[in-house]
C-alpha cells in the first residue's frame, strides 16, 4: 500500500531518536585502562516499528517494522570508528562516528547521520580542536559551539557510558550526559529501574535498565538495556514518540578480536 508523508516523517524522527537516547557519562580512569577496554564488535539487532522491516547493519522497531542494523566498532591505535547501516524498501540509514580514547574518556572527532526516505535527512557534527569549536548541521543549518569536554555527538556517547559502567563498581543511579545536535547542546539524565533477566537469541541475559528522564514523559519516553556480561552492550532498546513505538533487541553479536564464529547467526 502507499505510505502517507507524516509516516515517512514520525518514522525519520524515531530512527534518529533511537540514535539519540543511549547516553553518555565522563569517567577519570588513565588512557592505558580506557583503551583497553573498548573491544571491537559487531552486533546485528532487529528493529521494528511502523509495520515495516528494514535490516540495518546496528539495528531498530515499532508494531510491524522489522529492522536488522548492524553496529561495528572498529579500533585503530586509540582511535575507533562506530558505524551503523540499514536499509529496506523504504528507508536507507547510515551513520559513523569517529573517537579518540583520552585520560578523560572518549573525545569526540566527527559524526555524520543519513537517513533516505522520501527526502534525504542528514546531520554531521565536527569536533575542530584547533579552532576550539564544535560545528553542528541539523536540517542544512550549521552551528558553532564552543570546545568543551564532555560533550559528544548522539552516536559516540554511547560508547561513553559504556566505558562509565564498565569502570564503576557498580552501575551508577543516575548518568547524566551533554549531547550535541544542531544548534543545542542538551542535558539530560537517565534514572536506574531494578535489573532484568531477557530472553535473546544469545540466550537469557542478565541487564541493567534504566529510563530517561523527560520533561513531558507522556509524548516521549526511552528505556535501555545493557548487558555487564557483554561490556554493557545495549541489548535492548524501547522508545515512544508521539504514540509511536519502537524497540530494537539484539540479534547476533560478533567479537572481531576473536576468531570466533558469531554468537548467534541470523
Do not use: C
Given at each position: 500500500?502507499?505510505?502517507?508523508?507524516?509516516?515517512?516523517?514520525?518514522?525519520?524522527?524515531?530512527?534518529?531518536?533511537?540514535?539519540?537516547?543511549?547516553?553518555?557519562?565522563?569517567?577519570?580512569?588513565?588512557?592505558?585502562t580506557?583503551?583497553?577496554?573498548?573491544?571491537?564488535?559487531?552486533?546485528?539487532?532487529?528493529?521494528?516499528?511502523?509495520?515495516?522491516?528494514?535490516?540495518?547493519?546496528?539495528?531498530?522497531?515499532?508494531?510491524?517494522?522489522?529492522?536488522?542494523?548492524?553496529?561495528?566498532?572498529?579500533?585503530?591505535?586509540?582511535?575507533?570508528?562506530?558505524?551503523?547501516?540499514?536499509?529496506n524498501?523504504?528507508?536507507?540509514?547510515?551513520?559513523?562516528?569517529?573517537?579518540?580514547?583520552?585520560?578523560?574518556?572518549?573525545?569526540?572527532?566527527?559524526?555524520?547521520?543519513?537517513?533516505?526516505?522520501?527526502?534525504?535527512?542528514?546531520?554531521?557534527?565536527?569536533?575542530?580542536?584547533?579552532?576550539?569549536?564544535?560545528?553542528?548541521?541539523?536540517?542544512?543549518?550549521?552551528?558553532?559551539?564552543?570546545?568543551?569536554?564532555?560533550?559528544?555527538?548522539?552516536?559516540?556517547?554511547?560508547?561513553?557510558?559504556?566505558?562509565?559502567?564498565?569502570?564503576?563498581?557498580?552501575?551508577?543511579?543516575?548518568?547524566?550526559?551533554?549531547?550535541?545536535?544542531?544548534?543545542?547542546?542538551?542535558?539530560?539524565?537517565?534514572?536506574?529501574?531494578?535489573?532484568?533477566?531477557?530472553?535473546?537469541?544469545?540466550?537469557?541475559?542478565?541487564?541493567?535498565?534504566?529510563?530517561?528522564v523527560?520533561?513531558?514523559p507522556?509524548?516521549?519516553?526511552?528505556?535501555?538495556?545493557?548487558?555487564?556480561?557483554?561490556?554493557?552492550?545495549?541489548?535492548?532498546?524501547?522508545?515512544?514518540?508521539?504514540?509511536?513505538?519502537?524497540?530494537?533487541?539484539?540479534?547476533?553479536?560478533n567479537?572481531l578480536?576473536?576468531?570466533?564464529?558469531?554468537?548467534?547467526?541470523?
Amino acid at each position: 500500500g502507499h505510505f502517507p508523508l507524516r509516516v515517512f516523517t514520525l518514522l525519520t524522527a524515531i530512527l534518529f531518536s533511537v540514535a539519540s537516547i543511549l547516553p553518555i557519562a565522563t569517567n577519570a580512569e588513565p588512557a592505558d585502562t580506557a583503551v583497553n577496554v573498548l573491544r571491537p564488535f559487531e552486533a546485528i539487532y532487529k528493529t521494528t516499528a511502523l509495520g515495516m522491516t528494514l535490516d540495518l547493519t546496528r539495528s531498530l522497531t515499532r508494531d510491524g517494522v522489522t529492522l536488522d542494523l548492524t553496529r561495528s566498532l572498529i579500533r585503530d591505535g586509540e582511535n575507533y570508528r562506530l558505524e551503523s547501516s540499514g536499509k529496506n524498501f523504504l528507508i536507507k540509514m547510515e551513520e559513523f562516528a569517529d573517537f579518540r580514547l583520552t585520560d578523560s574518556g572518549i573525545e569526540g572527532v566527527r559524526f555524520d547521520s543519513k537517513v533516505k526516505t522520501l527526502k534525504t535527512n542528514n546531520r554531521s557534527v565536527e569536533f575542530d580542536k584547533e579552532l576550539g569549536v564544535i560545528k553542528s548541521m541539523k536540517r542544512g543549518e550549521w552551528s558553532e559551539h564552543p570546545l568543551e569536554p564532555g560533550v559528544l555527538d548522539q552516536f559516540s556517547q554511547q560508547q561513553q557510558l559504556r566505558l562509565t559502567l564498565m569502570q564503576s563498581d557498580v552501575p551508577l543511579e543516575t548518568l547524566q550526559f551533554r549531547v550535541v545536535d544542531g544548534a543545542k547542546i542538551s542535558d539530560k539524565s537517565w534514572r536506574r529501574l531494578p535489573n532484568e533477566t531477557l530472553q535473546t537469541p544469545l540466550g537469557n541475559i542478565e541487564t541493567v535498565h534504566y529510563q530517561a528522564v523527560h520533561k513531558n514523559p507522556k509524548k516521549r519516553a526511552s528505556e535501555i538495556w545493557l548487558a555487564p556480561s557483554l561490556d554493557y552492550l545495549m541489548v535492548k532498546t524501547k522508545h515512544v514518540e508521539r504514540s509511536a513505538t519502537i524497540k530494537v533487541e539484539i540479534k547476533a553479536l560478533n567479537w572481531l578480536d576473536e576468531a570466533d564464529q558469531p554468537q548467534a547467526i541470523q
